[in-house]
């Protein structure tokens, strides 16, 4: 065998033979054999992709091999060819083909076929484990006990030939004893080969893979209840497994909530794929869903925790908004065409919003905290300079540039705002609806229509289509709303979301010892209370005579302790600190000032009252209006659970 990485003909030819067998093969078909044996140990993925020479085009023009860039769900050019460790090809008679890379497009490749040439094979190896801010979600990650495939990663397709139309078999190889689950429609398997039945090039990229050594299947909707829905569970982590039944009993009253919001399913069936470590990941597919968390965040000690809550609701959700149904602009020919992001504030904006409500509404997140979220999104928002500059049409636009957050002056520049405050618009819109029909329709009725199997089929739609099916539940100017929401500046019309609902912005003591309270403390709110800019522990503005600055501090400093409690052990011990540092017990912290002469030195910081966080508190006299969009819309008369298939153990492990 040569060594690592290497696909040198021997070793390719004994590295595949587990596909040599397959009649696609000599066919019309394009076919992609991965070898994923190597992924646990060394990080390293092997794929062969077969095609004939005719889906290449006319044989007068230049064959052109295209890397996906445009990966569905990220809205980015965020395919990692950068992460490519191997590239060669072959003929149909075994022959070595050169190819060289296009001048001009680095994501293009030119193979140097002969004129009698039928078909050709492409070995890839690719290096897991090294995604980009952009990449997260569609790159291929791997630890001892699991393993991510997204086929993205190690593909070269055609040009000539739209995506849609290239039929393309999957098979691949596990390492010995490991279980996998995809959306794919397995056709066969031995010990550790799956193979899967064919499907369109572009169905194919919408279905990644899940492996390892124990998978959990957990049915959360058995087939003779409708289409079946199943979580499928690994983790990076020996042991580890989903099993807060508060979470798994919430799961399975998700399919039913969701199909009473839309008015039914687009999916056959449905596969959630969730992986269990240290970092988290969340990317929708038409009829799965590829999400990671930690597996402390999915236990009853963070039953408040949004972002976990709302995860797997939220790519749910996208099977309807912005799957089956996208912004026009978003359809394309294949992953090189820059899409249109312009809609994006409806397909993330209503999938945050929609994502949060059906947690609520399927016992996964409590109305309290889905209420608290809200108020710091509003009070967040409405304190941001950049909202003076910057629309959300504006970061649809932007939005790829604006994924992964800046270090310092956030505020001013934005970041992919068509989530939170597209979701606040949502949510204004129901509002609205609500008003003007006296209770009788809501933004339930907007989506059956918009976006239900039983309303609008097209794939795609306009914003003409949506402001059109607004006008159906309530006769407004929704055209108007739009542009001062999605294209206008300002300030933030939060009376358009709480006006009337029975509840306002308010402020109490957070608790030092909560993590999820001092999580929420928000960089503006920081700064009004101890006037200074803070990130990871960085000084990065003071305001002048404010708390921060009266003890000492000053811009370009770095804490590196605060009451005693390192930051790198704790990333939140100033705020905690901060939590407590009212007269007699300031917060006592380690400073480390860069100047002519570096030192460290100590400061008292008080403040004039305690850290506050915000939440949302009842007006007295006026009804709950966020209790009916909130309230479970499907009957859940909680039978005893299904039982979930047995976890996959490995019968033989290598040595």
Known sequence: MAGLGS??????????????????????????????????????????ICLPVSLLGAPDAPHGLLY??????????????????????????????????????????????SADAQRMSIDITYIANQPTINSQGVDIESSSQHAIINWNCALLYPEAVPVAEISCSVSVRLPLGWDAATALRESDRSADVRRYSPMSLAEVIDRPLLAGASLQHLVLRPASDGPEVVLHVASSHPGEALGDQAMIAGLRNLPAEAEALFGGSWFPRYDMLLRLGDSAIGLEHGCSSLCGAPLSLLNAGHADEVWSRELMPHEF??????????????????????????????????????????AVRCGLLSPEAWRTVIAEDVEGLSGMPGRHWRSIRDTCRSNWMLRGGSRH???????????????????????????????????????????????????????????????????????????????????????????????????????????????????AQLNGAAGMV?????????????????????????????????????????????ADAVPPHPARLLVYRQTGDPQQF????????????????????????????LAAHAVHPHPPAPPALPPTVPHDPPP
């Open 7 to 48: 696909i040198s003909a021997g070793d390719a030819e004994e590295r595949f033979a587990f596909a040599a067998g397959d009649p696609a093969s000599a066919g019309e078909k394009m076919t992609v054999a991965v070898d994923a044996t190597e992924l646990p140990l060394h990080g390293l993925l092997y794929a062969r």
């Open 68 to 113: 996906p860039l445009w990966i569905p769900g990220t809205h980015a050019p965020s395919g990692p060819i950068e992460n490519l460790g191997g590239l060669s090809m072959r003929d149909d008679r075994g022959a070595p083909v050169a190819w060289e890379r296009d001048a001009r497009n680095a994501v293009r490749f030119l193979p140097h076929l």
């Open 317 to 358: 959700t996208h099977s309807w908004v912005g799957k089956n149904r996208r912004p026009i602009g978003m359809l394309c020919r294949d992953w090189q065409q820059e899409p249109v992001f312009d809609g994006l504030w409806v397909y993330e904006g209503l999938t945050e919003l929609l994502g949060r409500v059906l």
């Open 409 to 523: 002056h956030a505020e001013l520049r934005r970041g992919q705002d068509f989530y939170l405050e597209g979701a606040l618009f949502w949510l204004a819109v129901d509002r609205r609806i609500r008003a003007y029909s006296a209770g009788k329709r809501s933004l339930d009725d907007f989506c059956r229509t918009a976006f239900g199997p039983h309303g609008d089929r097209r794939a795609g739609f306009s914003e003409e289509q949506i402001i059109n099916a607004l006008v159906v539940q309530a006769s407004d100017d929704w055209r108007t709303m739009v542009g001062r929401w999605i294209d206008g500046l300002g300030d933030l019309d939060s009376d358009a979301i709480l006006g009337g609902s029975g509840w306002r912005i308010d402020h109490v003591p957070i608790d030092p010892r909560n993590d999820q309270q001092v999580e929420g403390i928000a960089p």
């Open 534 to 578: 803070l990130r990871d522990g960085f000084v990065s503005a003071v305001v002048s005579d404010g708390p921060a600055s009266r003890a000492g501090l000053a811009a370009g400093d770095w804490i590196i302790s605060a009451n005693d409690q390192p930051l790198t052990k704790d990333r939140l011990a100033v705020i905690r600190a901060l």
């Open 602 to 629: 100590s400061v008292e910081l008080p403040l004039a009252e305690v850290m506050r966080r915000t939440i949302l508190a009842r007006v007295d006299a006026q009804e709950d209006g966020f209790a009916a969009l």
